[in-house]
């Protein structure tokens, strides 16, 4: 079995240095949503995002969507790249995506296992993102230059 590829920037040793080195009072702020990564983030992220106050909430429609897509999604299980991977059980993704207490629980390991499986099968499905290829039509061949 070959492993996935991962990349975790956010664990970089500098990057759990420089967290690590910042006082936990400073973390948070009742006046700005996670000042820490907003800062973090300035001159990157656009303005109107690091000025949030709070956090953006979609609990209703996403508890709507599981219980409306909850076959779909248990499907999702039968040739999942996650269970070939060995990083999911079939049986036992397919078990939480029909438990009714899905729908009473926090689900944000579910949300993030869902995430995963999907790009996956978007990566598997378009393993060069269609920004990076040139229609056939205007490929032309390269000509060296010369200085």
């Known amino acids: 079995m070959d492993a996935l590829p991962a990349e975790s920037p956010f ?3 500098t990057v759990i240095a420089a967290c690590l ?3 936990a009072q400073d973390t948070t702020s009742p006046w700005t949503y996670k000042p820490l990564l907003a800062a ?3 001159g990157i992220v656009p303005d109107h995002l ?3 106050t709070t956090k953006d909430h979609v609990t209703q ?3 709507h969507s599981l219980r409306r897509h909850r076959r779909d999604l248990a499907a999702l299980a ?3 790249h996650l269970v070939a991977a060995g990083i999911a059980d079939e049986n036992g993704l397919r078990r939480v995506l029909h438990s009714p207490e899905l729908l009473t629980g926090h689900t944000h390991g579910l ?16 393993p060069l993102p269609a920004y990076l290829t040139t229609p056939e039509s205007e490929e032309r061949p390269v000509e ?3 200085r």
Do not use: I, K
């Open 21 to 23: 080195a910042v006082r």
């Open 111 to 126: 949300e993030q296992l869902l995430a995963a499986e999907l790009w996956l099968r978007d990566l598997a499905a378009h």
């Open 40 to 42: 973090a983030m300035d």
């Open 50 to 52: 690091l000025q949030r």
């Open 78 to 80: 039968t040739d999942s």
């Open 144 to 146: 060296p230059t010369t």
């Open 61 to 63: 429609e996403w508890h």
């Open 11 to 13: 664990c970089d040793d």
